[in-house]
C-alpha cells in the first residue's frame, strides 16, 4: 500500500463522521418542513437541487458519465431511493423511536447482504463491532418493541441502505466518484419525482422550508454522498455502516443542543456503545479471512 493510499485509509472514516453529523442535524432542522409539505415532494425538491447544484458547480462531468458509470450509478441510486421511500412509509405508521433502531439495521444488513451476494467473509471482531453497535442503536431509539406492517417496511428500508452501501463498496472503486454521485441521486429524483407528482407535487412552505431544502441537498446529499462513494472504494462496505451509525448519536445531540429535548441515561449509554464500536471498526484488525 503506498504512503498516499494509507493518508486517503485515513481520512475516509473522519469524513463519513462529518457525513454522519450533517444527518444528524437534518433530522432536527426538518421536522417543521416535513410536517408542512408531503414527503416524497421534499425527497425530490431535495435531490433535485443536489443534482442541479453539482451539474452547476462542475458542467464538465456530463463527459464522464460512461455507460458503466450511468449504469451501476442509477441502480445504487434506485436502492438509496428506495430506502428513503420505504423509510418515510414506515414512519408514519410505526413512530420515530422504533424506525430510528430498525432503520440502523443497516449495519447488521449490510455485512450480511455483502456475505450472502459478493461471498465476503467477515471475521468475528467485525461482528462484534456490528453487534456492539447494534445494541447501542436500540439504547438509543427503542422505548418498546411491537411488530407489525410500518415496521416491516422500515425493515425493508434497512435491508436497502445496506444493499447501497455494499453496491458502493463493490463498485465504487476505479469510477469517478462525482460522476457517480451525480448519477445516483438523479436515479432518487426520478423515483421520488414520479410519487410526489403522482400524489400532487407541494412546494417548499414556510420560512424553513427553502432554506432546509437547500442545506439538505448540498450537505447532506451532493456532499455527504459524493464523500461516501470516494470513501468506500478506500475502506470496507462493513466500516462505513457502522461509522454512519454515529448518525443516531449526532442526532440525538442536536435534538438536545438546539431541539430541547432531554436525553436518557439509557440513550447516552447507548452513544457510548456506538462510539465504542465506531472507533473500534476502524482500527486497522479486520482480515479478509477469519472463521
Not at 23 to 49: C, E, H, Y
Not at 197 to 223: N, R
Amino acid at each position: 500500500m503506498s504512503a498516499a493510499h494509507q493518508k486517503l485509509v485515513k481520512l475516509a472514516p473522519w469524513a463519513l463522521l462529518m457525513v454522519a453529523a450533517a444527518w444528524g442535524l437534518a433530522f432536527v432542522v426538518m421536522k417543521d418542513p416535513i410536517s408542512k409539505q408531503n414527503v416524497n415532494s421534499f425527497l425530490f425538491t431535495r435531490f433535485a437541487v443536489a443534482v442541479i447544484a453539482m451539474v452547476a458547480l462542475k458542467p464538465s462531468v456530463l463527459k464522464k458519465l460512461t455507460p458503466e458509470i450511468i449504469r451501476k450509478g442509477l441502480l445504487a441510486g434506485l436502492f438509496l431511493g428506495t430506502g428513503y421511500i420505504f423509510q418515510t412509509l414506515g414512519l408514519a405508521i410505526a413512530g420515530a423511536a422504533i424506525t430510528g433502531f430498525i432503520t440502523g439495521l443497516y449495519v447488521v444488513s449490510t455485512p450480511v447482504l455483502a456475505w450472502i451476494i459478493l461471498r465476503q467473509k467477515i471475521n468475528l471482531y467485525t461482528w462484534g463491532c456490528v453487534a456492539l453497535a447494534t445494541v447501542g442503536l436500540a439504547l438509543l431509539s427503542l422505548h418498546g418493541w411491537s411488530v407489525g406492517y410500518g415496521e416491516f417496511l422500515v425493515l425493508i428500508s434497512a435491508i436497502a441502505f445496506g444493499a447501497h452501501i455494499v453496491a458502493l463498496g463493490h463498485w465504487s472503486n476505479g469510477l469517478d466518484s462525482y460522476a457517480m454521485t451525480v448519477v445516483q441521486l438523479t436515479s432518487c429524483a426520478l423515483l421520488t419525482g414520479v410519487l410526489a407528482f403522482s400524489q400532487g407535487y407541494e412546494a417548499p412552505a414556510g420560512k424553513s422550508g427553502w432554506p432546509v431544502v437547500i442545506y439538505t441537498a448540498i450537505a447532506c446529499t451532493a456532499i455527504a454522498f459524493m464523500v461516501q462513494t470516494w470513501s468506500q472504494a478506500h475502506i470496507s462496505a462493513t466500516k462505513v455502516a457502522v461509522i454512519l451509525t454515529m448518525e443516531v448519536v449526532f442526532a440525538a445531540l442536536f435534538a438536545v443542543l438546539f431541539g430541547g429535548e432531554t436525553i436518557r441515561v439509557q440513550a447516552l449509554l447507548g452513544g457510548v456503545l456506538v462510539l465504542a464500536a465506531m472507533f473500534a471498526i476502524v482500527k486497522p484488525r479486520e482480515v479478509s479471512n477469519a472463521n
